[in-house]
């Protein structure tokens, strides 16, 4: 990693409402951390011990959530508890299908009422297997891949799974949305021009962006780290 | 912007005479020339010229070409061509002019910078087809049959039609399709 790379990352002694201020979007990380509001002035490290978390991964994620070409090293991953990996992303999975994709699809249904005839329909139908295609995806994740996570962290190895196959089948899920984008802010008629519109497309671009991080913090942070954990339980 | 030409001729001795005349215009960008009109409707798609100057006596139907881009077609004669035919055609360069007439016939018959980047994010005839096909379920094979194209044709109208809409799946290209009116709703499964 690049040396001004390095000083720019957040380090522990930052007031954690400071990152906030800094950088908006990163308030819907914390719940799915573990953290809570409410924390004051207080820095980065006093929160996170008060609430449990690792300091160092509360900031790699943050790090990589906020710097676009931010890779961390294998030694930085292997230096980092990742304890509170498999547990970030469930809840990070939970976020999407609870409360993002509910929100995204409240606001397409009015747009649907607006179309005429069955566009309407096929327009929210194509998100709903959307939605199916993502819930399917993640399931396959809490089902296949987090337990055999968990079993290596407490140091067994599970010959039924093995981290190579995730690369091969980790399915893109981020593209359907950016074509859902699309059609919604270029091709619908001009009578639905309403708010639901622009708060539509907002929240898909917030999910758009979040998806894409989570899709890397799987590929570049958990895949190297399973990896190395099966290599090691293995000699 | 430069216009980009496509020579299509069998004469590699009219070729390169073209090229030698083109040279240098700051104008036009030649094209790799094709000899043949076999692979043209490929060409087409593939590399989206400005300008085919083609010898008529290649093609039957021009409106086949033109199902297939915007470009601007001009004919390329040294011999006699019907006036039917050369109807067809944008312009007509005959091998007899002189430099500044033949450079001056590709200029006019081309448009003008304005016109051509308006059009350019349009769906041409032929891309609507695959489309409409597409939102109808139709395999890029059944779509190859049906518009008696290569299925590597068809793969190059979906990448052209994806880099113009900003659409990738087939389902969000069906529901554009519905949105443009270019399948009623009785023609979906």
Do not use: W
């Not at chain 2, 050369?86 to 360069?93: E, I, M, S, T, W």
């Amino acid at each position: 990693m690049k040396q001004n790379m390095k000083s720019r990352l957040f380090s522990s002694e930052t007031r954690l409402s400071d990152l906030i201020t800094a950088h908006p979007s990163l308030l819907t990380l914390l719940t799915r951390l573990g953290l809570s509001l409410g924390f004051g002035d207080r820095s980065i490290d006093d929160v996170c011990q008060d609430s449990g978390v690792d300091t160092d991964f509360f900031l790699l994620i943050c790090n990589v959530y906020t710097f676009n070409n931010y890779v961390p090293s294998t030694a930085t991953i292997l230096g980092t508890d990742m304890t509170g990996l498999v547990p970030y992303l469930e809840k990070s999975h939970k976020y999407y299908v609870d409360k993002r994709l509910p929100h995204i699809e409240r606001h397409l249904d009015a747009i649907a009422q607006k179309l005429k005839g069955r566009i309407g329909q096929v327009f929210i139908s194509f998100f709903q297997e959307y939605k199916q295609e993502v819930i399917a995806h993640f399931r396959h994740e809490e089902i296949e891949v987090f337990p055999h996570i968990r079993a290596l962290m407490t140091g067994e190895r599970d010959k039924t799974y093995s981290i190579g196959e995730f690369l091969h089948t980790h399915s893109d899920i981020e593209g359907k949305l950016d074509d859902l984008l699309n059609i919604v802010f270029k091709y619908l008629p001009p009578q639905v021009d309403d708010d639901n519109v622009l708060d539509v497309v907002y929240d898909i671009l917030r999910l758009s962006e979040d998806l894409k991080k989570h899709t890397f913090i799987e590929e570049k942070i958990m895949v190297p780290l399973v990896k190395h954990l099966e290599k090691a339980i293995l000699s | 912007m430069k216009q980009r030409l496509l020579i299509v001729e069998p004469s590699e001795l009219i070729i390169e005479g073209l090229k030698s005349i083109l040279e240098g215009q700051i104008r036009f960008k030649v094209l790799e020339p094709e000899m043949s009109a076999d692979h043209l409707v490929e060409r087409l798609v593939a590399v989206h010229p400005d300008i085919v100057l083609i010898n008529p006596t290649l093609v039957e139907h021009v409106s086949r070409l033109r199902n297939e881009g915007t470009m601007t077609l001009v004919a390329l004669v040294y011999q006699y061509v019907e006036h039917d035919r050369l109807k067809q055609y944008d312009g007509v360069v005959d091998i007899r002019d002189s430099r500044a007439v033949i450079i001056e016939t590709l200029a006019q018959a081309s448009p003008g910078e304005a016109d051509a980047g308006r059009s350019n994010y349009e769906l041409t005839k032929r891309e609507t087809a695959v489309l409409v096909q597409l939102a109808q379920g139709k395999t890029n094979k059944e779509i190859a049959d049906a518009l008696n194209v290569s299925v590597h044709t068809v793969i190059s109208h979906r990448k052209n039609i994806t880099h113009k809409t900003g659409i990738k799946s087939v389902a969000g290209l069906t529901v554009y399709a519905m949105l443009n009116n270019l399948i009623d709703e009785s023609s979906l499964m």
